[in-house]
């Protein structure tokens, strides 16, 4: 049997991070469901279909982890179209032998919600606006506004809104470097596996 693990959370809150540290520590595969939304966004035309077609190509686009390509992926995620074209390729993502890590905003609550283990990873808004604006050399007070906007869009959206699954975890790493983050959620898989 697979091993998922879903990781969700707001904008910049070490979900990524996490993720392929997990990933890694544990020989599984890592999906950042986020690329696909920035992908569809970055597109341009009809959303729906871009998500209906979307590409190994669209995902590999060097404009992806911008601010603006963010923006565009939350307006985006809130079509309930978009994010139904994205299901299936994601379950079936999170079923690979011999484990999948996937990170997002819906993997606990919607695509995932048998997964072996759910984090809900969480810090302050200035912290998360912090750590985005020197990943992309950004203005930290414009990141943080950003970032605000968007978790906002995300958790007010009808169709998968962000918010833990009751059985998530929630991991606050506004005071942890990141390898106590990843440590503590090694412990979790770790006590899972057995
Ligand atoms: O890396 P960061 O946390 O800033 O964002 P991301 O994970 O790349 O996600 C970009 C946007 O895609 C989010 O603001 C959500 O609107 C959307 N998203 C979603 O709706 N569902 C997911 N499973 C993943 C991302």
């Known amino acids: ?14 979900k990524g991070t ?6 890694r520590r544990f020989g599984f595969h890592h999906l950042d469901t986020g690329l696909l939304y920035r992908a569809v966004g970055a597109k341009g035309g009809d959303p729906i279909l ?4 979307l590409s190994a190509e669209d995902l590999a686009r060097s404009d992806l982890r911008t601010n603006e390509a963010g923006q565009a992926a ?3 995620a809130a079509i309930p179209e978009v994010r139904a074209a994205l299901i299936e390729f994601q379950r079936r993502f999170a079923v690979l032998e011999p484990g999948a890590v996937l990170d997002g905003r819906d993997i606990g609550t919607v695509i995932c919600p048998e997964a072996e283990l759910k ?11 912090g ?10 007070a414009e990141t943080l506004a950003a970032l605000r906007e968007r978790d906002a869009r995300d ?3 009808a ?7 009751d059985d998530a975890v929630i991991l606050d790493t506004t005071d942890m470097s990141i390898t106590e983050a990843v440590s503590r959620a090694i412990v979790e898989v770790q006590t899972r596996r057995r």
Do not use: K, Q
């Open 155 to 157: 958790s007010a959206r």
């Open 131 to 140: 750590r985005r604006a020197t990943e992309l050399g950004a203005d930290p």
């Open 18 to 23: 996490i993720a392929r540290a997990i990933s």
């Open 74 to 76: 939350s307006r985006v």
């Open 1 to 14: 049997m697979p091993f998922t693990i879903a990781i969700d959370g707001p904008a910049a809150s070490g």
């Open 159 to 165: 169709t998968a809104p962000l918010r833990p699954a």
């Open 119 to 129: 984090l809900y990873v969480i810090a302050s808004d200035e912290v998360r606006a």
């Open 50 to 53: 871009a998500a209906e077609g």
